[in-house]
C-alpha cells in the first residue's frame, strides 16, 4: 500500500481523485491500515467558564473557538478543542477534549457540536442532570427544529440482503449520493448500514421515501446522539470515541457502545445547524459524503463484525 498515494487522493477536494482512492484499495484491511496512518491535526484547548461549579463540564470541538457563540451562556466550564486542515478529526477532537475535561473530576460531560443553536435554557438542562443523577447519559429531546434533526436520531442496522437493503437499492435509482455509496461499500462486502429512520434534513419527497422502509415501524436499534449528548465521566473509562472514523460515524458507533449503558431521554430541546464543526469545504456535501461517510460506512461494519 502507497500511503502517501493514497492520502493524496483522499485528501483531493477532486470526486474522481477521491473515487480513484477507493478504487485503489483492495480490501477492509486496507482500508483500516490507512485510517489508522493517516496523522492527526493538532489540536488547542481555549477554556471557558472556570469559575463556575466543575461537577458538569462541556466540551466542544471547533474549526474556530474564536467563532462559538456561548451556547451556554457562561453558566458552565467548556473546553473548545479547536482543529482545522485535511487532518481534522472529529472523533480525536473529542477524545483529547474529554480527557482534558477529565483532569477537573466531573461527574458529568456534555458532548456538544459548534453548530449548535439554544432553544432551552442552559437551566432546563442542569435541571434534567438534577432529575436523573442515576443514569449513565442523558439525550436530547428528539425531532425538528428549523426544520433539521441531527441527534438522538432512532437508527437501524439494515443488513445486507433484507427487504429494507433491497427497497435501500431501488431508493438508489433517484438518489446518485446513495447509489455510489452502495457500490463503494458493496465492493468491501458491507453487511450492515447504520440508518438513520428520519432524516436529518426535513423534505416531503425525503420524509416519504424514508417511511416506505419497514424498519421505520420497529423499534430502533439504537438512538444515535448526534451533535448533543450528556455522558457520566465513568463511562468514558469503559469506551471513548473511535478513532479509525474520519468525521463519519463515530457518533453511531459510540451510541451502539451506549446501549450496554442505562440512558434517558430529556424534555430539553437543542437546534443543529449542520456542518460547521468541520468548517467550509470545496466541493459541498457531495465530496464530504464521498471522503468521509463511505469510508465510515466500511470501518463501522468492520467494527460491528468484531463487537
Known amino acids: 500500500m502507497d500511503f502517501n498515494y493514497l492520502d493524496k487522493l483522499y485528501n483531493s477536494n477532486d470526486l474522481n481523485d477521491v473515487r480513484k482512492f477507493y478504487e ?70 473529542l477524545n483529547s477534549g474529554v480527557k482534558e475535561a477529565l483532569k477537573y473530576n ?85 453487511e450492515r448500514f447504520a440508518y438513520a429512520v428520519f ?18 415501524f420497529r423499534k430502533p436499534a439504537f438512538y444515535n446522539i448526534g451533535d448533543f449528548s450528556i455522558i457520566r465521566s465513568e463511562v468514558f473509562k469503559k469506551i471513548k470515541f473511535n478513532e479509525l472514523f474520519i468525521n463519519s460515524h463515530e457518533d453511531a458507533f459510540f451510541s451502539y457502545q451506549l446501549k450496554s449503558f442505562d440512558g434517558v431521554f430529556t424534555g430539553y430541546r437543542v437546534g443543529s445547524f449542520i456542518g460547521k464543526t468541520l468548517g467550509k469545504l470545496k466541493g459541498g456535501v457531495r465530496i464530504r459524503k464521498l471522503r468521509n461517510a463511505f469510508i465510515g460506512a466500511v470501518i463501522f461494519d468492520h467494527l460491528l463484525s468484531k463487537f
Open 106 to 190: 466531573p461527574e458529568w460531560i456534555v458532548i456538544c457540536n459548534d453548530d449548535l443553536f439554544k432553544i432551552d435554557d442552559v437551566e432546563k438542562m442542569l435541571g434534567e442532570i438534577n432529575k436523573n443523577t442515576s443514569k449513565d447519559f442523558l439525550l436530547a429531546k428528539p425531532g425538528y427544529y428549523n426544520r433539521v434533526w441531527y441527534h438522538t436520531m432512532p437508527t437501524q442496522l439494515i443488513e445486507r440482503g433484507s427487504i429494507d437493503y433491497h427497497t435501500y437499492k431501488l431508493t438508489g435509482l433517484v438518489d446518485s449520493n446513495l447509489r455510489e455509496m452502495l457500490k463503494i461499500t458493496g465492493k468491501f462486502n458491507v
Open 199 to 216: 432524516p436529518t434534513h426535513e423534505s416531503v419527497f425525503r420524509m416519504w421515501w424514508r417511511l416506505i422502509f419497514l424498519s421505520s
Open 24 to 93: 485503489s484499495v483492495d480490501s477492509v484491511e486496507e482500508l483500516v491500515k490507512f485510517s489508522k496512518r493517516r496523522p492527526k491535526a493538532r489540536v488547542k484547548f481555549f477554556k471557558k467558564g472556570f469559575d463556575n461549579e466543575k461537577n458538569v463540564i462541556a466540551v466542544i470541538p471547533t474549526a474556530d473557538s474564536s467563532k462559538f457563540s456561548d451556547f451556554f451562556d457562561g453558566r458552565i466550564p467548556e473546553v473548545l478543542v479547536e482543529s482545522s486542515g485535511p487532518y481534522f478529526n472529529y472523533a480525536h477532537s
